[in-house]
Nanobody, 121 residues
Framework: QVQLVESGGGLVQAGGSLRLSCAASGSGLSINTMGWYRQAPGAQRELVAV???????SYADSVKGRFTISRDNAKNTVYLQMNSLKPEDTAVYYC???????????????WGQGTQVTVSS
């Protein structure tokens, strides 16, 4: 059973930084794209950043230049470094990954449980 376990959320003042981590548990995994989404109260879930199995990254316009996504393939972990945080970044942040078991050729999409990020003004 694959699980995505997130950590690193919390309360921070505007202008501060937080680093989110998301580790995929399980053995014999092959992970393709990993990413972070967020959902603010009353809003739809939106893509924040995504990273491919290589080095390709993509960011929402609202976070470009402030957030950096990275991954450690040896640890099956994706990170989101968030700098210069703004109150409008307040949301529940969800990790997302496309994963297959080695020997199985179908990728399935997995989600983490979400971690709250609150930025005070």
């Amino acid at each position: 059973q694959v699980q995505l376990v997130e950590s690193g959320g919390g309360l921070v003042q505007a202008g501060g930084s937080l680093r989110l981590s998301c580790a995929a548990s399980g053995s014999g995994l092959s992970i393709n794209t990993m990413g972070w989404y967020r959902q603010a109260p009353g809003a739809q879930r939106e893509l924040v950043a995504v990273i491919t199995n290589g080095v390709g990254t993509s960011y929402a316009d609202s976070v470009k230049g402030r957030f950096t996504i990275s991954r450690d393939n040896a640890k099956n972990t994706v990170y989101l470094q968030m700098n210069s945080l703004k109150p409008e970044d307040t949301a529940v942040y969800y990790c997302n990954a496309n994963i297959r078991y080695i020997g199985i050729y179908t990728y399935l999409e997995y989600w983490g449980q979400g971690t709250q990020v609150t930025v005070s003004s």
